[in-house]
């Protein structure tokens, strides 16, 4: 072999053991997150380290979701909520033993799913951390002192996933003094105005209630009354939760103000004299707990009210 094929072999080698020295040793500190968090990612890149193939996974069709079902990932175990930050790893566990690792660094980060690496550019709807749950039928009550045209505006850290009438990017409506609605986009009348979505929230569940499944009727009819829901409100609240509770041992249940309502906002013109918008969280237990009790102030209904209910199971 010549001196200059051995000179280049040797540069090779140290090229390719520099490369792995980095590698290896600028993985940060192990740390972990949260599949949930993953789904707050509104755009995913992903590209090949071995052959720098890209492709890009979008929330608006669907992509992003498509992409961690392909790879397993509805099956992952949560862990600690954590911040995705520059210079940190975090890993996912599923099935019990595969897991996904992802890398982060300032603008691109990579993850390690077996023996592969992937590049990932993970593009964050909202700040990662706390819970990442569907908001189950929130439905909107108007009542004006008068007959009234309303525009109604959602502005969430989240997605729609469905609606009822249908969101044309708001909805807009001819209210009355009973609740009545009539959709001015297909003239239909409705009760109230529904939707559901995949929000991100930090959920606080350091003060709420523990009750008995066998329980949950009787509770939710007096709390929702004390909170300041009318019976035909607060009944048909009930009718929608019940069957979801009643048959756990106990439910912790944690009635949210800031933390689901500055991300879902509603934005409505005219802007109601009143609103009162109740978000229940809850986690099924298997034991009883403790836990301090919340307290409520008065709410009041005057000019024109909103009323608006719904909820959350945290698993």
């Avoid at 077996?114 to 569907?134: S, T, V, W």
């Avoid at 103000?257 to 609103?275: F, H």
Wanted: aromatic share 12%; glycine share 6%; hydrophobic share 40%.
């Amino acid at each position: 072999m010549s001196k200059n094929k051995t000179m280049l072999i040797i540069v090779a080698a140290l090229v390719l053991l520099g490369a792995f020295a980095m590698f290896t040793q600028n993985k940060p500190k192990e740390q972990p997150i949260t599949i949930n968090e993953l789904y707050q990612a509104k755009t995913i890149v992903i590209t090949e380290l071995c052959s720098d193939e890209s492709r890009e996974m979008t929330a608006e069709n669907g992509g992003v979701e498509h992409l961690l079902e392909d790879l397993d990932l509805k099956q992952a175990q949560p862990a600690e909520n954590v911040e995705l930050k520059a210079d940190a790893e975090y890993t996912l566990l599923f099935d019990g033993k595969t897991k996904l690792t992802v890398y982060g660094e300032a603008e691109r980060s990579y993850f390690q799913l077996g023996d592969d690496y992937y590049y990932i550019d993970i593009n964050l709807a909202g700040r990662l951390g706390g819970y990442f749950a569907k908001a189950l039928k929130p439905v909107i009550y108007l009542y004006p002192e008068k007959e009234t045209t309303v525009d109604v505006k959602l502005e969430l850290n989240g997605k729609l996933s469905t609606t009822y009438p249908t969101y044309n990017n708001g909805w807009k409506v001819k209210a009355y003094p009973d609740g009545k609605l009539i959709n001015l986009f297909d003239n239909r009348e409705y009760s109230y105005l529904y939707w559901e979505a995949n929000l991100g929230s930090n959920y606080d569940l350091s003060k709420g209630f523990v009750v008995k499944g066998e329980d949950t009727a009787e509770f939710l009819q007096n709390k929702l009354a004390e909170i300041g829901l009318l019976p035909k409100e607060y009944n048909e609240f009930i009718v929608f939760w019940l069957p979801k509770m009643e048959h756990n041992a106990y439910n912790l249940i944690s009635f949210q103000t800031t933390a689901y309502t500055d991300n879902a906002k509603l934005i409505l013109n005219p802007q109601p004299d009143s609103a009162l918008r109740v978000f229940m969280v809850y986690k099924p237990l298997s034991e009883a707990i403790d836990i301090e009790a919340q307290e409520f102030e008065a709410f009041e209904r005057k000019g024109f009210s909103l009323v608006e209910w719904g909820g959350s199971e945290l698993e």
